[in-house]
């Protein structure tokens, strides 16, 4: 599947002013908080997966 200019354009328009906000985020942290985020996310991500996979 490949988007249409259109619609990559519309994704833009929705999700490009929440990503800057999102970057403008990222600086209130030092490089080690976003690492522990990192890993937090990544771990939290991994259980909830596997739960799904036993659970459902």
Do not use: N
Not at 20 to 25: G, I, P, V
Not at 41 to 56: H, P
């Amino acid at each position: 599947m490949v988007a249409t200019p259109d619609a990559a354009e519309r994704v833009r328009a929705v999700y490009g002013p929440f990503h800057a906000r999102l970057a403008e985020l990222f600086t209130q942290y030092t490089a080690d908080e976003l690492t522990v985020l990192t890993d937090w996310f990544t771990r939290a991500g991994a259980l909830a997966r596997g739960y799904l996979d036993e659970s459902c």
